[in-house]
């Protein structure tokens, strides 16, 4: 029984010794900064480039959507001036 206790004790201790060494270095920095909600730099740069490029990708929709308003319209006003034409030529 005693030896079961040593063994338990020695574990304890390296596992503590180990812990305290993982933790001190930069896996233990970012738990912290995690448990802090502080956001690493490259995440709050990526989260940065995805907001311009949804509000780029807006923009271009909205131009887009403007383009084939006036396409219609002009395609409208064209058929509208061919129509005269066609009916005078079929009398």
Known sequence: ???LAEALIAMFIFGSVG????LRGPLGKALA??????????????RDLAELV????EDVKLRLAELEER????DRMLARQRQPDRLS???
């Open 71 to 74: 396409q219609d319209f002009s």
């Open 1 to 3: 029984m005693e030896s």
């Open 54 to 57: 949804t509000g780029e990708l």
């Open 19 to 22: 812990g305290t060494i993982v």
């Open 89 to 91: 030529e079929g009398s």
């Open 33 to 46: 900064d995690r448990i802090a909600g502080r956001t690493p730099k490259g995440e709050a740069q990526a």
